[in-house]
C-alpha cells in the first residue's frame, strides 16, 4: 500500500510484474491516466483494488471484470466517464460464499459517509464504490449477481435508466 501520499503520473507499467499481489491500494494520491486493463489481464489474484481520489479518467476497463477473487472494487473520486461495465456481474469474489481462506490486511473503507478501518475481518467486506465519477448510462443488471456484496456505492454520478428489477437478490446490501 502506497496510499495517502503525493505521488503522480500514470501507474508505472512494472507493476504488470507483480502478478502475484492481493492488494492494490494506491488511493489518495494523484495518479493521472486511464485505468490500466493490465490490472485485470496481470493481476489475477486481486482481493482489493483501492485507486480511490486520483486523476484517473476514462472508462472502466472491462478487463476488470475477470478478477475473480475481488471483493473490495473502490474507484470512487476520480474522473470515470462512460458506462459501468455490464460484465460487472462477473466479479464472483463478491457473489461466491466465503472460503475458509482468511488472510491479513488492513484497509480504510468509506462507507456510509465515513471511512472505517478494517482489519481482523477485512476478508468478510464486500464493497464496490464508484461513486463522484461522471459514469453514465444505466446500472447493469450483472450488478444483481453480487449476491455478497454489503456496500454498493454509484453515487454523484450521471446515471439513468431504472434500478435492476433484481436488486432484491443483494440481501447482504446494506449500504
Known sequence: MISNNHLYGQLPSALQNCSGIHTLDLGGNRFSGNVPAWIGERMPNLLILRLRSNLFHGSIPSQLCTLSALHILDLGENNLSGFIPSCVGNLSGMASEIDSQRYEGELMVLRKGREDLYN???????????????????VPEGVTNLTRLGTLNLSVNHLTGKIPDNIGSLQGLNT
Open 120 to 138: 481482523s475481518i477485512l476478508y468478510l467486506v464486500n464493497s464496490m464504490d464508484l461513486s463522484h465519477n461522471n459514469l453514465s448510462g444505466e
